[in-house]
């Protein structure tokens, strides 16, 4: 056994095959990967690694498995997904995951290639446990999988908490022990027990305000749109691969990003903190229909048109589409009167928050700030937005900070 000091949980009881994982290369090469990549220029003590965050994983893993009598080898496949389900990260994390997924057809979470081969897959098949197994659990697949990926998952449970503490905002803490206490199975189902409504939603309202005020915060959205186009812009160089950019870890890719000359005004940029600036900032209702679902290749199209219009440089001009705004957590399942649930079909919190999502929600289209009049006028007319007044719009409802808050 190994006890880890963590500064969340405390001390973390490391044993079996989870203790045989912990020092393989996979796994080790986590401390060098960012949980919340660019935003740590919004909030600079946002530095923990996807390791840290793997072995709080992994303890409430455990905690889950006393609370729910899990015992032998299928205990020992759930500890060993929830250690390794983040091998399969990119550099920054989250930050180029649309990037490297364009260019290798994976997400962070199809880690099976990963888990057969190399030092993971002799540590799995020592303790006969079978690697194509626990890649199924790491994806969310059957009864267990949900355990690890899913609603109620033991991953939300850590990364909430562990985010609102290293980034100093209260809105993640969640009380992840009562959670643990109420899970059980039923029919098959990970629900929270009779009565736990309330515990329920104090997950979806925590994941509603962490969303806009950290992972979401616009400077962090610009500046993982820089990063991004700057890596894009290396690989369309040749500088690099999506396999070799998927298996880098932070310091490398910013290295290589320094090293190229396509990228390396980009991060330059980056580097010193001298980020673009919101020259259009949309509402959803302002947006017509079709933008949100362009692809990758109209995208890059629609920036084009806005730097011609514009007479900038095309690499001065970011168009920044998030996804129209959902809400897993709201499939929650609670056992309500003897019968189970969803959340979405028993709280009226739901509707609430998912309609402050779409308030919250804004098309960005970002550049260098003394273009930014420019630039923003252009991308009204490309993109045919029907923005009344000024083209940045602040929000005061609380939840949502205004560029000039943290940093932005």
């Known amino acids: 056994m190994k006890v880890i000091k963590d500064s969340v949980h405390d001390h973390i009881a490391v044993e079996g095959v989870a203790r045989a994982l912990l020092d393989t290369p996979a796994l080790q090469r986590l401390r060098r990967i960012s949980q919340l990549g660019t935003v740590s220029l919004v909030y600079p003590s946002a530095n923990h690694t996807r390791f840290e965050h793997s072995l709080g994983v992994y303890h409430v893993a455990c905690e889950a498995l ?56 002799d540590v799995l098949r020592e303790h006969d446990l079978d690697p194509s197994r626990i890649a199924s659990l790491v994806a969310g697949e059957g009864r267990y999988g949900q355990l690890v990926s ?82 894009a812009s290396m690989l369309e160089a040749g500088a690099t691969d999506g396999e070799t950019l998927s298996r880098m870890d932070d310091h490398e890719l910013l290295v290589s990003l320094r090293s190229c000359e396509a990228s390396a005004a980009l991060v330059r940029r980056l580097d010193r903190r001298r980020l673009y600036k919101r020259g259009v900032w949309a509402e959803i209702d302002d947006v017509p229909g079709g933008i949100i679902e362009a692809d990758h290749g109209t995208i890059r199209r629609f920036e084009g048109e806005i730097a011609d219009r514009a007479e900038v440089p095309p690499e001065h001009v970011i168009l920044d589409v998030p996804d129209r705004p959902s809400m897993t957590e709201s499939t929650t399942r609670v056992m309500v009167n003897g019968e189970i649930r969803q959340l979405g079909h028993q709280s009226p919190l739901v509707d609430a928050l998912r309609s402050a999502q779409y308030a919250q929600w804004r098309l960005g289209v970002y550049c260098p700030a003394a273009e930014r009049e420019r630039v923003g006028h252009a991308a009204l007319n490309v993109l045919g937005l029907d923005v009344d007044g000024p083209l940045i719009s602040d929000v005061r409802d609380g939840l949502y900070t205004t560029l000039d808050q943290f940093g932005g």
């Not at 649309?98 to 081969?117: K, P, Q, W």
């Not at 022990?177 to 997950?203: H, K, M, P, Y």
């Open 150 to 231: 899913g609603e109620l998952d033991v991953d939300r449970m850590d990364y909430l908490v562990r985010d609102a503490h290293h980034t100093g905002v209260p809105y993640g803490t969640i009380d992840y022990g009562r959670l643990i206490r109420e899970l059980t199975f039923v029919d098959g189902e990970l629900v929270l027990g009779a009565g736990n409504v309330q515990t329920a939603e104090s997950l979806l309202v925590a994941r509603a305000l962490m969303n806009p005020t950290v992972y979401s915060h616009s400077a962090a959205r610009i500046s993982k749109a820089m990063l991004r186009r700057a890596a």
């Open 66 to 121: 006393d609370q729910l009598g899990i015992e032998g080898i299928q205990a020992d496949r759930i500890t060993a997904a929830a250690l390794v389900h983040d091998v399969g990260h990119g550099p920054y994390s989250h930050n180029l995951e649309d990037l490297i997924h364009r260019e290798t057809g994976r997400y962070h979470d199809d880690v099976e290639a990963l888990l057969e081969s190399g030092e993971i897959g």
